[in-house]
């Protein structure tokens, strides 16, 4: 059984699937608009293996398997590749989680698929969703301050922090084993929203095992 959704979200998961099967939204040149993976983290190696950072993990393996090589752009790394028949560029903000916005403040809601770690899922687990709140999470919450809701998202279980230890310390820890281990499963949540939709996917990867 799929989780309720808020039913704030049917009309914009309702475009986004036309959106991505159709593929025929064009900029103002005329040429159609790509999308984006944009994977969340903080820079740098103290961070690398963090809570925090599965988005760039993410991004990282959907680099390795398309052969994406990562390139330095003005507050992110980026990385082109073809995921199937559909060319994309991956994005790495490179500026810190809580300043995320401001590093896609010139793309469109609807042209990113986000990838984010989520307290309020079990770890190790992944859905995916369109629309919705920050929940708590400093990168969501500068790209909706930038941009709204209306994106895609992939979000990657982490859990709640023991008794006693903060949520900052928390996600900044080192991740565990069934996070890490999530990795692998969200880039395949992305790339069936390329080859399917997000609605589809969601009925996909939203089911409880």
């Given amino acids: 059984m799929l989780p309720r959704r808020a039913p704030q979200d ?40 963090t809570r925090h950072n599965a988005g760039y993990l993410v991004a990282d393996e959907l680099a390795r398997r398309h052969d994406g090589s990562w390139r330095k752009r003005k507050k992110a790394e980026a990385a082109p590749v073809s995921v199937g028949p559909t060319n994309t560029t991956l994005l790495k903000p490179t500026t810190f989680m809580n300043n995320t916005g401001s590093a896609v403040s010139d793309y469109r809601p609807e042209d990113l698929i986000v990838v984010h770690d989520d307290l309020d899922l079990e770890a190790g687990t992944v859905r995916v969703k369109v629309g919705g709140g920050a929940g708590g999470h400093n990168g969501l919450r500068s790209i909706i301050g930038r941009l709204g809701n209306d994106f895609i998202r992939v979000r990657i279980g982490i859990g709640r922090p023991p008794l006693g230890m903060s949520v900052t310390d928390y996600v900044l820890s080192r991740m565990d084993p069934v996070v890490k281990d999530a990795i692998p499963r969200a880039a395949d949540a992305v790339e069936f929203i390329f080859e399917h939709g997000p609605e589809a996917a969601m009925n996909r990867f939203n089911v409880r095992a």
């Fill in 10 to 49: 049917k009309t914009s998961r309702l475009r986004l699937v036309r959106y991505f099967f159709k593929r025929d939204e064009r900029d103002e040149g005329g040429a159609i608009r790509p999308p984006f993976v944009v994977g969340l983290g903080n820079p740098g190696r103290s961070y690398e293996r």
